[in-house]
């Protein structure tokens, strides 16, 4: 099987490359996160799943495309509750979209080995992208392996980020409480 991995950084995909192996699958990654704040943080990530997909020899798809004000009106508008399960969706359809139009057979995402991300909005969002795109949303529960992916990560010397991405997950992580 062909899979499109939508790939959040190289610590997620990690364990997540290890499991699609074991299933055989020919996975190719897809680096498409537009919800990535500040720039400097998006070139981090994006150099750590480089630095990963070198290492793995996986070739990987790259969307540099970088424009928050884009990103803050698709995803927050006037309203920022919601936001994850729209910006996970807004994720998945563009690795549908590649997916469908490259002839994969499948797509998924390094999102599901995550504790911290909302697995129902993942399942939601792949099945919608899912319908739109006409190709297989494979969501698989990751998150035994988390620890292992921690690992992984502080073995090979790759970048962990402390907040998901958005400016207002930074703020959520970083503000006094």
């Known amino acids: 099987m062909r899979l499109l991995l939508h790939m959040c950084c190289g610590p997620c ?3 997540t490359l290890d499991h699609w192996a074991g299933d055989g699958a020919d996975v190719t990654g897809f680096f498409h996160n537009p919800n990535i704040h500040p720039l400097l943080e998006f070139r981090r990530r994006v150099t750590g799943v480089r630095d990963l997909a070198l290492a793995r020899r996986v070739h990987v798809i790259e969307d ?3 424009d928050p004000s884009a990103w803050f009106r698709e995803i927050v508008g006037e309203d920022a ?3 994850c399960g729209r910006c996970i969706a807004s994720r998945l359809r563009a690795t549908a979209r590649v997916a469908a139009a490259s002839g994969y057979d499948a797509f998924s995402t390094t999102l599901a080995i995550s504790p ?6 993942i ?5 919608s992208a899912q319908q739109e795109h006409h190709v ?4 698989r529960d990751l998150r035994a392996a988390y620890p292992d992916s921690r690992r992984a990560a502080r073995e ?3 970048y962990r980020q402390k907040y998901c991405g958005c400016l207002l997950s930074e703020w959520e992580r970083y503000r006094e409480k």
């Open 13 to 15: 995909a990690t364990a």
């Open 64 to 66: 540099l495309a970088y």
């Open 81 to 83: 509750s919601g936001r």
């Open 116 to 121: 911290w991300q909302d697995h129902e909005a």
């Open 123 to 127: 399942r939601e969002g792949g099945g």
């Open 136 to 139: 297989e949303f494979i969501y």
């Open 156 to 158: 090979a010397g790759l």
